[in-house]
């Protein structure tokens, strides 16, 4: 999975690829492109624990998924608090 630094470059990553979904990690700060049964997150003392990823198709533009980004955090500013 190629790492990207913005929303635009995993879009042209999900595009090469041929990826269902572009993704942004929070807890990694990190953005890039995935397929629906990839799983986030790593392993600690032994426990699986889940990373915050915010996931949205790849069909979208670049812009509307900024958007789309923008507006599930205005709904659930809680979301970020929770890291």
């Known amino acids: 999975m190629a790492a990207a630094s913005s929303w635009k470059e995993a879009k042209e990553i999900a595009e090469r690829e041929g990826r269902e979904l572009v993704f942004h990690n929070y807890d990694k700060g ?16 032994g426990r699986f624990t889940e990373e915050r990823c915010i996931c949205i198709p790849a069909r979208f533009s670049s812009g509307e998924i900024e958007q789309k980004e923008k507006e599930f955090l205005e709904q659930n500013p809680e979301w970020l608090e929770n890291g």
């Open 30 to 45: 990190e953005y890039g492109a995935c397929s629906r049964d990839t799983s986030f997150g790593c392993f600690r003392e």
